[in-house]
């Protein structure tokens, strides 16, 4: 959707390889969170309008994209993703044209898809371990996704570098997009992820660097929160939104919705995509992280499948425009593989790299903000049971109000995004149904789905119910109050002829007559349930007068009381 062109890298050609040369390397990252409803209840504002809003205080800035933008920049690689989709997703992903843009501009809620970007960071500087050489990454873009009427955003992060051993690229798929360190070895080293990373401007300052050595920070923040502290370099690549467990103060506030390591996307231009092993493919595909030479990461039975659950191998021959092609997925990541020899598989404007980084980026991005938007779906009907105190009329207002509000937005949801075709074209068709069965959308849809569905429908039960009582205890009252109506108005005659009598008295009968009443009325809603089933059982033709009058005199018995 955006112009995602990278700079091309200067300088001098290294020397040659030994092993299995990435000649060419990209990560994608993609980071789905969950935004907080905001404290502030009169904000009515949407959380890309109060970003944007910040002005010169936020580094983010909103994108205007090819499709809406200056036509100059509308290159052939934009047309080749819009044409990728069907009607209904380009519509979703690009909206209406030129002339929409402007009625959008004047109707903020229009927009189903916002993109901010920042620009102050130009590469990442990694130690994979410690002890380890620094390895600087280009970094392309870092962008912001928003979308309309689904509390969600997505941090995408896209990574550049040239001429790396595989060995070292798998090592930085491997250890990239950790939110946070998932433990640390007995020396106090963190494990899983960088050793360290920092953020570089164009000038090459220092902006943030991480903190997964500070094993203390992230016990005290878990064992006060119970909620995991997010690496200083990805809280600082974030700002102004704050995590929602920190003590920081922000207007846009989000949490962890997912497993704390990244989605990835991965495209690696090799010298001979052949030679790599079995070995080599499943720890690219799984994003495992270098091993011994030919070992596999797992248990030979375990991967037994692995060609024909994670690879999609359409273009895996030694001819066509891109020979020796091949796609890995495992849901969490879409890795592709090819010759750096092929003009078509490295060319950025029609080749295959310029489907990475256009439909195939967008096809990955649909597929995790279902699974994102669903999982808040879930969270939120978690938050609404854990905060419903049945005692408390005003919690349980509360909580209907939630349910209710939840099951509109899935609706709106469902109709907006919930997408099973995105593409007729065969292998844009079959990289997403390959994601999304890996992810198990149409399962989380359908669990999802019956959940919000069995909350209203205890609601609209609970409704009935209470219009049921309601009904019952009027039915008891117009019964009775019918006999001494049709007692006193008999033949129009009053049985105290009071008509003539001083005002005074006629207010005091009067008043007298209402508070009795009143009581009598009173009374008998209290006793409608009692009374409404001594009604049931006098219309029973099978029960005698006795059990009749018992059942009359049960009413006034002490007993359990109102159900």
Same mark, same amino acid.
């Given at each position: 959707?955006?112009?995602? /062109?990278?700079?091309?890298?200067?300088?001098?050609?290294?020397?040659?390889?030994?092993?299995?040369?990435?000649?060419?390397?990209?990560?994608? *990252?993609?980071?789905?969170?969950?935004?907080?409803?905001?404290?502030?209840? $009169?904000? =009515?504002?949407?959380?890309?309008?109060?970003?944007?809003?910040?002005?010169?205080?936020?580094?983010?800035?909103?994108?205007?994209?090819?499709?809406?933008?200056?036509?100059?920049?509308?290159?052939?690689?934009?047309?080749?993703?819009?044409?990728?989709?069907?009607?209904?997703?380009?519509?979703?992903?690009?909206?209406?044209?030129?002339? %929409?843009?402007?009625?959008?501009?004047?109707?903020?809620? $229009?927009?189903?898809?916002?993109?901010?970007?920042?620009?102050?960071?130009?590469?990442?500087?990694?130690?994979?371990?410690?002890?380890?050489?620094?390895?600087?990454?280009?970094?392309?873009?870092?962008?912001?996704?928003?979308?309309?009427?689904?509390?969600?955003?997505?941090?995408?992060?896209?990574?550049?570098?040239?001429?790396?051993?595989?060995?070292?690229?798998?090592?930085?798929?491997?250890?990239?997009?950790?939110?946070?360190?998932?433990?640390?070895?007995?020396?106090?080293?963190?494990?899983?992820?960088?050793?360290?990373?920092?953020?570089?401007?164009?000038?090459?300052?220092?902006?943030?660097?991480?903190?997964?050595?500070?094993?203390?920070?992230?016990?005290?923040?878990?064992?006060?929160?119970?909620?995991?502290?997010?690496?200083?370099?990805?809280?600082?690549?974030?700002?102004?939104?704050?995590?929602?467990?920190?003590?920081?103060?922000?207007?846009?506030?989000?949490?962890?919705?997912?497993?704390?390591?990244?989605?990835?996307?991965?495209?690696?231009?090799?010298?001979?995509?052949?030679?790599?092993?079995?070995?080599?493919?499943?720890?690219?595909?799984?994003?495992?992280?270098?091993? $011994?030479?030919?070992?596999?990461?797992? %248990?030979?039975?375990?991967?037994?499948?692995?060609?024909?659950?994670?690879?999609?191998?359409? @273009?895996?021959? /030694?001819? $066509?425009?891109?020979?020796?092609?091949?796609? *890995?997925?495992?849901?969490?990541?879409?890795?592709?593989?090819?010759?750096?020899? &092929?003009?078509?598989?490295?060319?950025?404007?029609?080749?295959?790299?310029?489907?990475?980084?256009?439909?195939?980026?967008?096809?990955?991005?649909?597929?995790?903000?279902?699974? %994102?938007?669903?999982?808040?779906?879930?969270?939120?009907?978690?938050?609404?049971?854990?905060?419903?105190?049945?005692?408390?009329?005003?919690?349980?207002?509360?909580?209907?109000?939630?349910?209710?509000?939840?099951?509109?937005? @899935?609706?709106?949801?469902?109709?907006?995004?919930?997408?099973?075709?995105?593409?007729?074209?065969?292998?844009?068709?079959?990289? @997403?149904?390959?994601?999304? /069965?890996?992810?198990?959308?149409?399962?989380?849809? =359908?669990?999802?789905?019956?959940?919000?569905?069995?909350?209203?429908?205890?609601?609209? %039960?609970?409704?009935?119910?209470?219009? &049921?009582?309601?009904?019952?205890?009027?039915?008891?009252?117009?019964?009775?109050?019918?006999?001494?109506?049709?007692?006193?108005?008999?033949?129009?005659?009053?049985?105290?002829?009071?008509?003539?009598?001083?005002?005074?008295?006629?207010?005091?009968?009067?008043?007298?007559?209402?508070?009795?009443?009143?009581?009598?009325?009173?009374?008998?809603?209290?006793?409608?349930?009692?009374?409404?089933?001594?009604?049931?059982?006098?219309?029973?033709?099978? *029960?005698?007068?006795?059990?009749?009058?018992?059942?009359?005199?049960?009413?006034?018995?002490?007993?359990?009381?109102?159900?």
């Amino acid at each position: 959707m955006l112009d995602q /062109s990278a700079p091309t890298a200067t300088g001098p050609a290294p020397a040659k390889l030994a092993g299995p040369a990435v000649q060419h390397l990209r990560q994608v *990252l993609l980071w789905p969170l969950r935004l907080m409803p905001d404290r502030d209840e $009169g904000d =009515a504002r949407a959380p890309w309008q109060r970003l944007r809003d910040l002005g010169a205080a936020s580094p983010w800035r909103e994108q205007v994209d090819e499709y809406t933008g200056d036509p100059a920049q509308f290159h052939e690689r934009h047309y080749n993703e819009f044409v990728t989709f069907l009607p209904y997703v380009q519509r979703f992903l690009y909206g209406e044209g030129r002339a %929409a843009r402007l009625q959008r501009d004047a109707d903020e809620q $229009g927009a189903p898809m916002r993109v901010f970007r920042r620009r102050d960071v130009a590469r990442a500087r990694v130690w994979p371990h410690a002890g380890a050489d620094p390895i600087e990454l280009r970094v392309v873009h870092v962008d912001l996704y928003f979308f309309f009427d689904v509390d969600v955003a997505l941090l995408n992060v896209e990574f550049a570098a040239e001429q790396l051993p595989l060995r070292v690229a798998q090592e930085l798929l491997y250890r990239n997009g950790r939110a946070y360190p998932p433990g640390w070895d007995a020396g106090g080293l963190p494990q899983h992820c960088h050793f360290g990373v920092e953020w570089l401007s164009p000038d090459g300052r220092v902006l943030a660097k991480s903190d997964a050595a500070a094993r203390e920070v992230f016990l005290a923040h878990v064992a006060e929160h119970r909620s995991p502290r997010i690496s200083s370099h990805w809280a600082w690549l974030l700002e102004p939104l704050v995590p929602d467990h920190s003590g920081a103060t922000g207007q846009l506030r989000y949490r962890q919705i997912e497993y704390y390591r990244m989605p990835t996307m991965a495209y690696l231009a090799i010298d001979d995509p052949r030679l790599l092993t079995r070995s080599d493919f499943v720890r690219l595909g799984l994003v495992t992280g270098a091993g $011994g030479e030919g070992e596999l990461p797992y %248990a030979e039975c375990h991967l037994a499948d692995f060609e024909a659950r994670h690879c999609y191998d359409r @273009f895996w021959s /030694s001819h $066509g425009a891109a020979p020796d092609t091949r796609y *890995l997925c495992s849901g969490r990541s879409l890795v592709v593989v090819g010759r750096a020899d &092929a003009p078509f598989f490295c060319c950025g404007e029609r080749g295959v790299l310029a489907q990475f980084r256009h439909p195939h980026f967008m096809i990955f991005l649909i597929a995790h903000f279902q699974k %994102a938007a669903l999982l808040m779906f879930s969270d939120r009907l978690a938050e609404a049971l854990r905060r419903l105190n049945v005692r408390d009329a005003n919690s349980v207002k509360r909580f209907k109000r939630e349910i209710r509000s939840c099951f509109e937005s @899935f609706l709106r949801f469902t109709h907006r995004y919930w997408f099973h075709e995105l593409a007729e074209q065969a292998q844009a068709r079959a990289l @997403f149904q390959l994601t999304a /069965s890996h992810l198990g959308l149409d399962t989380l849809y =359908a669990e999802v789905k019956e959940r919000i569905a069995d909350m209203n429908a205890y609601l609209d %039960a609970d409704s009935l119910r209470r219009q &049921a009582n309601t009904v019952v205890r009027l039915t008891v009252v117009t019964m009775f109050g019918l006999i001494g109506t049709v007692t006193t108005g008999f033949l129009g005659m009053n049985l105290l002829a009071e008509a003539d009598a001083p005002l005074s008295r006629r207010m005091l009968l009067f008043a007298a007559v209402f508070v009795l009443m009143t009581v009598l009325t009173f009374y008998t809603i209290a006793k409608s349930k009692r009374l409404s089933d001594f009604l049931d059982v006098l219309s029973d033709e099978r *029960l005698s007068v006795w059990q009749k009058t018992k059942v009359l005199f049960a009413v006034w018995k002490s007993g359990d009381g109102e159900r």
